[in-house]
């Protein structure tokens, strides 16, 4: 009965799942504009080793969903806002250590990303609500799964575990890695990131032009971001470039 609760739940979450980044990243540069602090520390140096811990954690969960992206099988883990989809079992790559790995990423990176506020209650917040969320959704999608490929993902569920990566046991991945599906799917990710990025500085400074450091870097880097991100949107959007790509 409990299972059938959190597959019930996880479906309303799995359709507005895509909203969620949107979410965090303008809460955090609100919660940036009004501390004013890039971490939780009296100390500059504390804050800045915040800053660039909170980078890694958002990065590496990013990375996770590119990697696990780009090997995924076709047909599977796609954008779906409806329905999970699966011409196969994926239990290759990131798959034969996690049974999640999508949302292993997601998770890391929704909590890095909040961290980047600078407040670490919104970033532990963060990591608790993405855990119960995703453990929902993932519970909704393996109901799916155990009955599309009822056989196999016994087998599978079995020795791998569900959310927790086992560090051991890899398995080469199937598919060579696709790169189109790859900026397919994780495009709009990547930029967000970028957006929490610019967003939570800008805040820090009060959304003040003028209060601007002298060399933006980081700013530069948006816009050239920004620019791939919106020629990707157009060639989804105007182009076949992306057409047969789930």
């Not at 696709?178 to 994780?186: P, V, Y």
């Not at 400074?205 to 530069?220: K, M, Q, R, S, T």
């Not at 470039?241 to 789930?246: A, L, M, Q, V």
Request: glycine share 8%; aromatic share 14%.
């Amino acid at each position: 009965m409990y299972q059938y609760e959190l597959a019930r739940s996880g479906e309303a979450l799995f359709r507005i799942r895509g909203h969620y980044l949107t979410a965090i990243v303008i809460i955090g540069a609100l919660i940036a504009y009004q501390s004013g602090a890039v971490g939780p520390f009296a100390s500059e140096g504390a804050n800045q080793a915040w800053f660039w811990l909170s980078l890694a954690v958002a990065s590496v969960g990013a990375l996770i969903r590119v990697i696990t992206s780009g090997y995924a099988a076709p047909g599977t883990s796609g954008n779906s806002k409806d329905a999970p989809v699966a011409a196969e079992l994926n239990t290759s790559g990131p798959y034969s250590l996690v049974r999640n790995p999508l949302y292993v990423g997601r998770i890391l990176n929704f909590t890095g990303i909040a961290m980047l506020s600078g407040s670490w209650v919104y970033g532990a917040l963060v990591f608790l609500l993405a855990i119960l969320v995703y453990e929902r959704i993932a519970v909704f999608e393996e109901e799916f799964l155990r009955a599309e490929f009822v056989k196999a993902h016994a087998e599978w569920s079995a020795k791998v575990p569900f959310l927790l990566p086992r560090l051991c046991c890899w398995l080469k991945p199937k598919y060579p890695f696709w790169l189109g599906r790859c900026i397919r799917r994780e495009n709009k990710k990547l930029f967000w990131l970028a957006n929490a990025l610019i967003l939570n500085n800008f805040a820090r400074h009060g959304f003040d032009i003028g209060l601007l450091p002298e060399n933006p870097v980081w700013y530069y880097a948006w816009a050239a971001l920004a620019l791939t991100s919106l020629i990707v949107h157009l060639l989804r959007r105007f182009n076949t470039t992306f057409s047969d790509i789930s």
